[in-house]
């Protein structure tokens, strides 16, 4: 299980941009995981939680479960 959250994008991805910004300003503590300029692994281990595909934002929540392309209000109302 991980110890927290995990969001994997990238800044080319508005949506991705908007979730990141969205959990500073509620102030949620996350592990940005970067798939353009970060360990090219990272695009291996996407596609492996994203059915094959890039989808950006792609979050894992710290028991595991995995939400692809959620909308902020989402990833939100699933920590609580």
């Given at each position: 299980m991980n110890a927290k959250l995990i969001v994997y994008g990238h800044e080319y991805c508005a949506d991705a941009i908007y979730l990141q910004g969205y959990l500073n300003r509620n102030g949620i503590t996350y592990e940005w995981r970067d798939i353009e300029k970060g360990d090219p692994q990272l695009k291996?281990?996407?596609r492996l939680l994203a059915r094959g595909y890039l989808s950006v934002?792609?979050?894992?929540f710290p028991d595991g479960e995995v939400m692809v392309e959620p909308n902020p209000k989402e990833v939100l109302a699933r920590l609580k």
């Open positions: 291996a281990e996407l934002p792609t979050v894992i």
